[in-house]
Nanobody, 124 residues
Framework: VQLVESGGGLVQPGGSLRLSCTAS????????IGWFRQAPGKEREGISC????????YYTDSVKGRFTISGDNAKNTVYLQMNSLKPEDTAVYYC??????????????????WGQGTQVTVSS
């Protein structure tokens, strides 16, 4: 079971990035997929989640209205579209898969598999 994040980078405030989370050796739609981030000196934060069939979607308050999570079953990929980025969004972003696939969770301890992370830096 392997998750791979991509799409991070350096962007100016107000800009956009789209992160991708792609799975190998398993079907993402069989899991709930969460996005987390960890900034230097801060705890890991659950920012978004999508359950199987998108029956449950979660956003933390700080990203509501700016970030959108979605899935493409044909590509076995979950995306996190990030718009109106702010310097405080700077962090390493991780995706994670949860076997309890019909329920989202913002707690990292409730996820079973993790990617290696991708750096997002928002700076002018």
């Amino acid at each position: 079971v392997q998750l791979v994040e991509s799409g991070g980078g350096l962007v100016q405030p107000g800009g956009s990035l789209r992160l991708s989370c792609t799975a190998s050796r398993f079907t993402l739609d069989d899991y709930a997929i969460g996005w987390f981030r960890q900034a230097p000196g801060k705890e890991r934060e659950g920012i978004s989640c999508i359950s199987r069939y998108a029956s449950s979607i979660y956003y933390t308050d700080s990203v509501k209205g700016r970030f959108t999570i979605s899935g493409d079953n044909a590509k076995n990929t979950v995306y996190l579209q990030m718009n109106s980025l702010k310097p405080e969004d700077t962090a390493v972003y991780y995706c994670a898969a949860r076997r309890l696939r019909y329920h989202c969770s913002r707690y990292g301890s409730e996820y079973d598999y993790w990617g290696q992370g991708t750096q997002v830096t928002v700076s002018s």
